[in-house]
């Protein structure tokens, strides 16, 4: 993959800057949509086990996501600006982190201050300059992208963004070709960038190591109505490659609809990570290596298959996920995994479900209440069971539950009203604190509860 998409990229943002003085030429504003997005969101999560703080983390917010996309001027290249303002704003921050004795402590949706108290608000403001050229977008600055290799994550009070570039080509009939190259993260709870990273190499101890270079390249390719393919490599400078296959395919069987989504991820080191130099500067990954070693080489394979059979309003799916190799599976983030996902079929609202050797079966329902007469209103439950996570002593497992309940008002002067609720509770075999050749694990049970409302400004 060639690594000059930033420079590129830098070269796109200079012409971007001239858009403005192109409005007259075409749909630079005529094209142009702004929106207000409103969400409440109020946590509470239990920790079930375990003597460390904090027991509880209790939280609630107001947040405002103000989204505006250009239209493109005219001619052969088209040129436009995004922004996104995120404002989070405390209605209740939960006490002060690290008190002891505390009932209940922030550090779930807010940043903290130096007292450990969350803060009244926090907020950023994020650009995009973009072009177009045919049926292809380059995009520079902020972005969310949702791809098989990083998954932008939107499941708090605000969403986790990236800074980089992505360039996108529909030019081939039912081919879809992303490339591009990421730099910095800013997560959900955050207002500063921060580099890049997996688990293992930050958010402990004296050296905290990253990058500022995640490359990824990918094709999703439509063989027919019934079946999609795809390719896409990612690789974190100094940390990881990583590649993925994909198929998802969709077959009438009887009254309903069979789909079956098969995904393998392979991914090996690279550069500082995978030398013993390296690996001792805490260029590392968590796993378990034996001798109750619990960081080193990435090594991780992924195998799964989640296969759903729908009909009217009812979908019921069961799937089987194993992980082989010595590391756990590595994906981008901070360095601690606050507030990324994964494109794992195990990404659940408390686990991923990623560990060394771990094997993970699970079954998922979901009931469309529109084929009962009451259109908007949504039911889901989730159960993931594992076991064969490799630790020094024995293998371990653990589970998860969590149940939605969702409803959009579908019309009437409240269109667009969202209310939400997730529950969650998960055990695990793994102990609570950091016994040598574990990874440890608290049980918890934990609730969710979204008001959320757009509002069209343009």
Same mark, same amino acid.
């Given at each position: 993959?060639?690594?000059?998409?930033?420079?590129?990229?830098?070269?796109?943002?200079?012409?971007?800057?001239?858009?403005?003085?192109?409005?007259?030429?075409?749909?630079?504003?005529?094209?142009?949509?702004?929106?207000?997005?409103?969400?409440?969101?109020?946590?509470?999560?239990?920790?079930?086990?375990?003597?460390?703080?904090?027991?509880?983390?209790?939280?609630?917010?107001?947040?405002?996501?103000?989204? /505006?996309s250009?239209?493109?001027?005219?001619?052969?290249?088209?040129?436009g600006?995004?922004?996104?303002?995120?404002?989070?704003?405390?209605?209740?921050?939960?006490?002060?982190?690290?008190?002891?004795?505390?009932?209940?402590?922030?550090?779930?949706?807010?940043?903290?201050?130096?007292?450990?108290?969350?803060?009244?608000?926090?907020?950023?403001?994020?650009?995009?300059?973009k072009?177009?050229?045919?049926? $292809?977008?380059?995009?520079?600055?902020?972005?969310?992208?949702?791809?098989?290799?990083?998954?932008?994550?939107?499941?708090?009070l605000?969403?986790?963004?990236? @800074?980089?570039?992505?360039?996108?080509?529909?030019?081939? $009939?039912?081919?879809?070709?992303? +490339?591009?190259?990421?730099?910095?993260?800013?997560?959900?709870?955050?207002?500063?960038?921060?580099?890049?990273s997996?688990?293992?190499?930050?958010?402990?101890?004296?050296?905290?190591? &990253?990058?500022?270079?995640? =490359?990824?390249?990918?094709?999703?390719?439509k063989?027919?109505?019934?079946?999609?393919?795809?390719? /896409?490599?990612? @690789?974190?400078?100094?940390?990881?490659?990583?590649?993925?296959?994909?198929?998802?395919?969709?077959l009438?069987? !009887?009254?309903?609809?069979?789909?079956?989504?098969?995904?393998?991820?392979?991914?090996?080191?690279?550069?500082?990570?995978?030398?013993r130099? !390296?690996?001792?500067?805490? #260029?590392?990954?968590?796993?378990? =290596?034996?001798?109750?070693?619990?960081?080193? @080489?990435?090594?991780?394979?992924?195998?799964?298959?989640?296969?759903? #059979?729908?009909?009217?309003?009812?979908?019921?799916?069961?799937?089987?996920?194993?992980?082989?190799?010595?590391?756990?599976?590595?994906?981008?983030?901070?360095?601690?995994?606050e507030?990324?996902?994964t494109?794992?079929?195990?990404?659940?609202?408390?686990?991923?479900?990623?560990?060394?050797?771990e094997?993970?079966?699970?079954?998922? #329902?979901t009931?469309?209440?529109?084929?009962?007469?009451?259109?908007?209103?949504?039911?889901?439950?989730?159960?993931?069971?594992?076991?064969?996570?490799?630790?020094?002593?024995?293998?371990?497992g653990?589970?998860?539950? &969590?149940? +939605?309940?969702? #409803?959009?008002?579908?019309?009437?002067?409240?269109?667009?009203?969202?209310?939400?609720?997730?529950?969650?509770?998960?055990?695990?075999?793994?102990?609570?604190?950091?016994?040598? !050749?574990?990874?440890?694990?608290?049980?918890?049970?934990?609730?969710?509860l979204?008001?959320?409302?757009?509002?069209?400004?343009?």
């Amino acid at each position: 993959m060639q690594r000059s998409t930033l420079s590129v990229a830098v070269s796109l943002a200079t012409l971007a800057g001239l858009a403005p003085l192109c409005a007259h030429a075409g749909g630079f504003i005529e094209d142009s949509k702004a929106s207000l997005t409103l969400r409440n969101f109020y946590i509470d999560t239990d920790n079930r086990s375990g003597n460390a703080a904090p027991s509880k983390q209790n939280e609630w917010g107001q947040g405002f996501m103000l989204n /505006y996309s250009s239209g493109y001027t005219q001619g052969t290249v088209g040129f436009g600006v995004d922004a996104l303002g995120l404002l989070g704003v405390r209605l209740d921050g939960g006490g002060k982190a690290g008190k002891a004795n505390a009932e209940r402590q922030p550090g779930t949706i807010f940043p903290l201050q130096h007292d450990g108290s969350a803060v009244d608000e926090f907020s950023s403001l994020g650009l995009t300059a973009k072009m177009r050229i045919a049926r $292809s977008e380059l995009r520079y600055g902020t972005l969310q992208p949702k791809l098989p290799v990083v998954v932008s994550n939107d499941a708090r009070l605000l969403p986790l963004t990236y @800074e980089g570039a992505q360039l996108t080509s529909n030019d081939f $009939s039912n081919l879809t070709l992303t +490339a591009g190259q990421l730099e910095h993260t800013r997560g959900r709870n955050s207002t500063d960038l921060r580099a890049l990273s997996i688990a293992g190499a930050n958010g402990s101890g004296a050296k905290s190591r &990253d990058s500022n270079h995640f =490359y990824f390249a990918g094709a999703d390719y439509k063989a027919s109505k019934q079946l999609l393919l795809q390719y /896409y490599y990612g @690789e974190l400078d100094d940390f990881y490659q990583q590649h993925f296959l994909g198929l998802v395919h969709n077959l009438a069987l !009887g009254p309903g609809i069979l789909k079956s989504d098969l995904r393998v991820f392979l991914s090996d080191s690279d550069g500082k990570n995978a030398s013993r130099a !390296g690996r001792q500067d805490n #260029y590392l990954s968590s796993g378990y =290596y034996g001798g109750g070693v619990t960081k080193g @080489e990435v090594d991780n394979q992924v195998y799964s298959g989640m296969f759903t #059979y729908s009909l009217g309003g009812h979908s019921l799916g069961a799937g089987y996920q194993v992980l082989t190799g010595a590391s756990d599976f590595p994906y981008l983030n901070r360095g601690d995994g606050e507030g990324t996902s994964t494109y794992l079929i195990s990404d659940a609202q408390l686990l991923k479900f990623n560990r060394a050797g771990e094997r993970t079966w699970l079954t998922r #329902y979901t009931y469309d209440f529109a084929a009962a007469g009451v259109p908007g209103l949504n039911f889901s439950v989730l159960y993931l069971n594992a076991e064969a996570i490799a630790t020094a002593h024995a293998d371990r497992g653990e589970w998860e539950r &969590d149940i +939605a309940l969702s #409803y959009v008002t579908p019309s009437g002067p409240f269109k667009g009203l969202g209310l939400a609720w997730k529950n969650a509770s998960l055990r695990s075999g793994l102990p609570s604190s950091a016994t040598p !050749g574990y990874a440890s694990q608290r049980d918890q049970d934990e609730n969710r509860l979204i008001v959320s409302y757009t509002l069209p400004l343009l």
